[in-house]
């Protein structure tokens, strides 16, 4: 097995692509190691020193590390990590549990804009962001202001507020007149 590693814009993460699938469906952010008890494979990265967070996307692992630690000491770890639990053939995800779907449901007289929201981010901004080892969800939208969340390589990122403004904001701005802003949420 050959795990192919990408930097992120976030100097914390690192994108790890094992060459095959990760999740079926949808992604699976794991903050912090209370967390990960619905991953295996989460479970183990976490059992690294250093680690800090974990975030599954279709094809790839994202992993942030500590401030104080160095990748030239957990990057290694991590590789064997990813490596020992894909031939020990156990699930990514233990049991039932379900990746998120990377939307919050939103029904009431905003349901057309936040249809078209919704359509963006997941056509426009969500591909986007995965390249860089990271999602966005969204959380909600009100007043013309829409609130996401973001995830793996994107969460505390230095150029995500960046991203979020002047990215984000002006497509959704440009394409829907009623969003006036886009907030982060934690």
């Given at each position: 097995?050959f795990?192919?590693?990408?930097?992120?814009?976030?100097?914390?993460?690192l994108?790890?692509?094992?060459?095959?699938t990760?999740?079926?469906?949808?992604?699976?952010?794991?903050?912090?190691?209370?967390?990960?008890?619905a991953?295996?494979?989460?479970?183990?990265?976490?059992?690294?020193?250093?680690?800090?967070?974990?975030?599954?996307?279709?094809?790839?692992?994202t992993?942030?590390?500590?401030?104080?630690?160095?990748?030239?000491?957990?990057?290694?770890?991590?590789?064997?990590?990813?490596?020992?639990?894909?031939?020990?053939?156990?699930?990514?995800?233990a049991?039932?549990?379900?990746?998120?779907?990377?939307?919050?449901?939103?029904?009431?007289?905003?349901?057309?804009?936040?249809?078209?929201?919704?359509?963006?981010?997941d056509?426009?901004?969500?591909?986007?962001?995965?390249?860089?080892?990271?999602?966005?969800?969204?959380?909600?939208?009100?007043?013309?202001?829409?609130?996401?969340?973001?995830?793996?390589?994107?969460?505390?990122?230095?150029?995500?507020?960046?991203?979020?403004?002047?990215?984000?904001?002006?497509?959704?701005?440009?394409?829907?007149?009623?969003v006036?802003?886009?907030?982060?949420?934690?």
């Amino acid at each position: 097995m050959f795990i192919q590693t990408e930097s992120t814009p976030n100097p914390a993460t690192l994108k790890f692509l094992p060459g095959q699938t990760v999740l079926e469906t949808g992604t699976a952010d794991f903050p912090t190691r209370e967390v990960a008890d619905a991953s295996p494979l989460a479970m183990r990265i976490f059992g690294i020193d250093g680690t800090t967070g974990v975030f599954f996307g279709n094809d790839f692992v994202t992993v942030t590390k500590a401030e104080a630690a160095e990748w030239d000491h957990v990057k290694p770890a991590v590789l064997g990590a990813i490596m020992e639990h894909f031939q020990s053939g156990q699930p990514v995800m233990a049991g039932e549990a379900q990746p998120a779907s990377g939307h919050a449901e939103h029904t009431g007289p905003d349901g057309e804009i936040v249809g078209q929201i919704k359509e963006l981010l997941d056509t426009r901004v969500r591909p986007a962001v995965a390249q860089d080892g990271g999602d966005i969800t969204f959380h909600g939208f009100e007043r013309g202001v829409v609130y996401l969340h973001m995830q793996g390589a994107c969460a505390g990122c230095p150029s995500s507020t960046l991203t979020l403004k002047m990215g984000i904001e002006n497509l959704l701005r440009h394409y829907i007149p009623e969003v006036i802003e886009v907030r982060p949420v934690a």
